[in-house]
Every structure is written in structure tokens, then in C-alpha cells.
T-cell receptor
Framework: TQLLEQSPQFLSIQEGENLTVYCNSS?????LQWYRQEPGEGPVLLVT???GGEVKKLKRLTFQFGDARKDSSLHITAAQPGDTGLYLC????????????WGLGTSLAVNP | NAGVTQTPKFRVLKTGQSMTLLCAQD?????MYWYRQDPGMGLRLIHY???????AKGEVPDGYNVSRLKKQNFLLGLESAAPSQTSVYFC???????????FGQGTRLTVV
């Protein structure tokens, strides 16, 4: 069974702090996506990373794909209450490009 | 600007009752998916479709059936609801796996 492990599972921080969320697997992925889900809504795509070692920035969010394409991280600088939500990673199985594997998510609360 | 629309948003069923969840997308996507999301379990794929007239089983298909008679619609049926099917159900669509998946707002189903 392929797994995509996210850590931490829960994170509660104060506004202005920095944080990093990790997504790890023993499997290789063709690409990896990060989604954010707010309460009562469906997940919304933040970024897709495709190349090993790739780094993408989205304002205060920095995403990195591991060199071996087995892991990824999301770093948020100076977190704001609007960053609160569930962060999900999803990897496209390199051996089966129809199979998307989801992590369980990191629930982030940013307190004002 | 509709994207993916799910109906209904909320439903309470008695054990043994049946119902159909409706999903419609206006982006001409070939791929459509039904997920369930439960606390601590993440997003789990129930069934998916790779085009009009096709359906395939995901990781948790038991107790559910689907149909994709028209490209824009993907229906999820529960023939005899059980309390274990209490969950939040999400429909999603994408061009191909690994590209952006667009999600509906979800259906919160309670089976009593």
C-alpha cells in the first residue's frame, strides 16, 4: 500500500510565526500537488511541482519537491490568520499515472 | 463560473434508505471522481470515471454505485445506506490526473 505521510497532523501557531509542513513517502511521484481546504469547502489547488529539487513560491508560501521526487515541503513565512485551514498533499504515482495518492492533511490554526 | 456543483449540500438518511448525489462540471473535463472525507482518514477515492460512459472502482467502492451517462455529470448512488456511510462526500473533476482537480463544495451525509 502506497502511503503519503504528512507531518505534523495538527499545528497551532501565533500570527507572524514561520512553519513547515512535510509530505513524505517511499514511493516516487511524477508530480506532487498541494491543496488548501477551508471549513465547509472543497480543497483548492495551491501548486503543482514536477521536477526533482524544484522550488516554487506563492507569496509567503514556499514549496519544494525532493530531489528523488519522494517528498515535499511547504514553508509559510509570517503566518496570518487567513492561512488557517487543512493543507493536503497529493502525489501522482510514477508507476501509474492515473493514480493520485493523498496525504491525510495538516490542520493549521493561526491565532491572531 | 460554476466549476463543479454538487447537490444536495446536506442530507440525513435512515438506515436502508437510498439516495443519489449529483455532480455537474462545466469545464469539459474527462476525469471525474467521488471521494469521501472522514476525520483521521483523509480523502478516499470511491469511484472515478475517465470519460463519458465509463466508471471504475477506487479504494472504497463497496456500498456505492456510479454512472456517467453524460460527460458533464457524475452520479453517486447509495442503494441501502448504512451508518458507516456517514461522511462528507466530494466530487472533483480534472483534465487528466496530476493536473488541477476542481472540487465541489461537498455533501454532508448523515445516516441514522
Amino acid at each position: 500500500t502506497q502511503l503519503l505521510e504528512q507531518s505534523p497532523q495538527f499545528l497551532s501557531i501565533q500570527e507572524g510565526e514561520n512553519l513547515t509542513v512535510y509530505c513524505n513517502s517511499s514511493s516516487v511521484f511524477s508530480s506532487l500537488q498541494w491543496y488548501r481546504q477551508e471549513p465547509g469547502e472543497g480543497p483548492v489547488l495551491l501548486v503543482t511541482v514536477v521536477t526533482g529539487g524544484e522550488v516554487k513560491k506563492l507569496k509567503r508560501l514556499t514549496f519544494q519537491f525532493g530531489d528523488a521526487r519522494k517528498d515535499s515541503s511547504l514553508h509559510i513565512t509570517a503566518a496570518q490568520p487567513g492561512d488557517t485551514g487543512l493543507y493536503l498533499c497529493a502525489g501522482l504515482d510514477a508507476g501509474n499515472n492515473r493514480k493520485l495518492i493523498w496525504g491525510l492533511g495538516t490542520s493549521l490554526a493561526v491565532n491572531p | 463560473n460554476a466549476g463543479v456543483t454538487q447537490t444536495p449540500k446536506f442530507r440525513v438518511l435512515k438506515t436502508g434508505q437510498s439516495m443519489t448525489l449529483l455532480c455537474a462540471q462545466d469545464m469539459n473535463h474527462e476525469y471525474m471522481y467521488w471521494y469521501r472525507q472522514d476525520p483521521g482518514m483523509g480523502l478516499r477515492l470511491i469511484h472515478y470515471s475517465v470519460g463519458e460512459g465509463t466508471t471504475a472502482k477506487g479504494e472504497v467502492p463497496d456500498g456505492y454505485n456510479v454512472s456517467r451517462l453524460k460527460k458533464q455529470n457524475f452520479l453517486l448512488g447509495l442503494e441501502s445506506a448504512a451508518p458507516s456511510q456517514t461522511s462528507v462526500y466530494f466530487c472533483a473533476s480534472s483534465y487528466i490526473p496530476g493536473t488541477e482537480a476542481f472540487f465541489g463544495q461537498g455533501t454532508r451525509l448523515t445516516v441514522v
